[in-house]
């Protein structure tokens, strides 16, 4: 027990006054002759042991008194465990996708902020954050609409990071308490363990999730196979327990195209495939309904009409090669010798293949410099007579590359960087045990090109990055059989894939997007891309033959946008949010470090609360003041 004014209590010196009043009081008694009766006698001696009980009985009520008055001035108090110090608190509030979870008449997000809500004293100052913002130093009623208001982000922290921006949002003062409270349904997948424990900081975690939530997810679509009339679109779905029959709907814009159903096997997974018109452009939502999350219940695609490709090669050998590769859909694919070559075509171009020259004309170096610069993408084949100090004049402008010496020797490829942007999609795993294409000549280079093939000793047969590449090759059936192997086909196809990024059917929200429009734009022109009232315009790099657009922190919101110049649409692109939510495999808390698990906010704050109150005692002494008031009166009225 401790005091606010412990000065008064050298008052209780005081109280010595009324006890030597008591001690020292003399009282003479006066002889006065009577018979000498013994019953009188007795009867005197008892009424004087009955005066002096009751003397001591009032001296130690008085006392009693005058103490409890002296103690509740000095105004006792109990404190709570943190109530002698300042307490900061701070708030983490998830506001991920997989909070969308129905609980009762409202969402688990929806909960948790009414009971922020009731559970926080309007009078205490609090610092709030969520996944995509921070309240700093407000109080309940600052915020309210915010929180009523707050929308649910696919930017979900990792647990390292609230760690991280929570001590941020604490001050350094170390004389205060510190409390974290983490409001979530902790996900396992987005929550992995940390041994960061928070030294000095009282974490709170309180859980927010759903028994038995049954949850279905549409995680993917894509064209499985596509002929001259129809295509085949397969959609993947999954579930968190077995189910049959579970209707989906695929819609073109507002009408309704095909509907079916999807039974999900043991692995907890479905898949559905819808047939369409091959030469049909969809504004596609496939759709479902089920009573768990609503975000993964709709996935948004478009297919359009593909722009071309368009792909330019300069030789005089045979390029039959070249057109079998790319003489179809998406790319357009033109070949001119070197005296034919109409410079003025090169600017249009998304891909120009170098085929064998045996020496680059300053005037196509400069034009192949230009095309570089405004985004295009180059790929060189060396003959094996190459001028090589006019080679090395080019390259070194290029890439930083030049021919050493040629090489008269058989070399096998053998090495392959399967980790390349090149190879992506192409290998089911690394393959080791392949028929090795060989050449019979090479050229050693110095590069800082990355290697993308290789052959046996290490030396580069084919380098490569950000739309330039380098054979150090011829690849002419004289000189190599590398045009046997299945291995040429997807090297130079995705080269061509590559130098124009055709959206896919839909794209992911938060991951970097980046998309080629080919347009040319004029200085002041720009692409917009907008969503019914919603508008933006993305961060874009207009070149000679295209128009870059990366997405990064926009769109926010899933659906499919239109792309406009000038308020003409030119293309479509959809965006759905991850699906990594819908797995719904929470975390144990029991391992986490923690000073409190919880299953309401209410009881948490109450025990917040708790610990820094103050609990005043100086009405109870009151109370027995009164108390010793009333026993002095009974004890002067029935004690005689």
């Known amino acids: 027990m401790l005091f606010k004014h412990p000065e008064l209590l050298w008052a209780l010196f005081l109280l010595l006054i009324p006890i030597f009043i008591h001690l020292f009081q003399l009282r003479r008694f006066k002889k006065t002759p009577f018979t000498n009766v013994k019953i009188l006698q007795k009867v005197v001696a008892e009424s004087r042991k009955s005066n002096s009980l009751k003397k001591w009985l009032l001296l130690l009520t008085r006392l009693l008194l005058l103490s409890t008055l002296i103690v509740a001035f000095a105004q006792p108090f109990i404190p709570g465990k943190s109530a002698l110090k300042s307490n900061e608190i701070v708030i983490y509030l998830d506001n991920s996708l997989s909070m969308q979870a129905k609980m009762g008449t409202g969402t688990l997000l929806e909960n948790m902020v009414q009971g922020i ?10 610092t709030l954050f969520t996944n995509d913002k921070i309240f700093r130093e407000v109080r309940i009623v600052d915020i309210k609409n915010d929180l009523l208001a707050l929308p649910y982000s696919n930017n979900q922290l990792r647990l390292d990071e609230i760690h991280l921006k929570a001590k941020t949002l604490f001050s350094d003062a170390g004389s205060t308490r510190k409390d974290l409270v983490l409001i979530s349904d902790f996900q396992k997948s987005l929550y992995p363990p940390t041994t960061d424990s928070l030294p000095n900081i009282n974490r709170h975690l309180v859980k927010s999730t759903l028994e038995n939530l049954v949850n279905i997810s549409i995680d993917t679509v894509y064209i499985n196979t596509i002929s001259s009339e129809k295509l085949d679109l397969k959609c993947i779905l999954s579930s968190n327990t077995e189910m049959d029959n579970t209707p989906i709907s695929l819609y073109n814009g507002e009408k309704l195209i095909a509907k079916t159903s999807v039974t999900f096997d043991k692995n907890e997974k479905g898949e ?8 049909e452009l ?3 939502e496939i759709l479902i309904s089920d009573s768990g999350l ?4 709709q996935l948004y695609f478009n297919i359009a009409e593909q722009d071309k490709i368009r792909v330019l090669s300069v030789g005089d050998v045979n390029n039959d090669y070249l057109m079998r590769i790319f003489d179809k859909e998406p790319f357009q694919y033109s070949n001119f010798s070197l005296k034919s070559l109409n410079y003025s075509l090169l600017e249009s171009q998304n891909l120009i293949i170098l085929n064998e020259l045996n020496s680059i004309p300053i005037a196509l170096q400069n034009a192949l410099h230009a095309f ?9 084949v060396p003959s094996n007579q190459a001028d090589r100090n006019n080679y090395n004049s080019f390259l070194m402008g290029l890439s930083n590359t030049t021919l050493i010496s040629s090489v008269m020797e058989d070399r096998k490829i053998s090495q392959i960087a399967f980790s390349h942007p090149l190879y992506k999609n192409v290998f089911e795993k690394e393959v080791t045990n392949f028929q090795y294409p060989t050449v019979n000549a090479f050229y050693s280079i110095k590069s800082t090109l990355p290697k993308i093939l290789s052959f046996q000793s290490g030396d580069p047969f084919l380098v490569g990055e950000d739309g330039t590449y380098l054979f150090t090759a011829s690849i002419s059936r004289e000189n190599s059989n590398i045009l046997n192997s299945p291995l040429i086909v997807p090297t130079l196809y995705n080269m061509g894939m590559a130098s124009l990024k055709i959206p896919k059917i839909y794209e ?9 429009i080919p347009v040319s734009l004029t200085k002041d022109r720009i692409l917009k891309v ?7 315009i993305p961060f874009q790099q207009s070149f000679t033959n295209k128009t870059t657009l990366t997405f990064d922190d926009y769109p926010e919101t899933s659906g499919i946008y239109n792309i406009t110049d000038e308020g003409k649409n030119i293309k479509n692109i959809s965006f759905n949010f991850p699906r990594e939510e819908s797995q719904l495999n929470y975390m144990d808390l029991n391992e986490l470090n923690a000073s ?13 609360e708790k610990d820094n109150s103050i609990n005043e005692l100086w009405k109870w002494f009151v109370i027995l003041a009164l108390a010793f008031i009333f026993i002095e009166v009974l004890i002067q009225k029935f004690l005689k």
């Open 117 to 126: 809500l009731k559970s926080v004293p309007e009078e205490s100052t609090f």
């Open 272 to 279: 559905v495939i819808f047939t369409i018109p091959a030469n």
């Open 282 to 284: 969809i504004d596609g």
């Open 294 to 297: 609503n975000y993964d219940n």
């Open 372 to 380: 570089k610069n405004n985004g295009g993408d180059l790929v060189v």
């Open 508 to 516: 992911i929200i938060g991951s970097k997007t980046t998309v080629d």
């Open 530 to 536: 907008s969503r019914d009232d919603f508008e933006f």
């Open 596 to 608: 409190s698990i919880n299953n309401n906010i209410t009881a948490l704050f109450q025990n917040i």
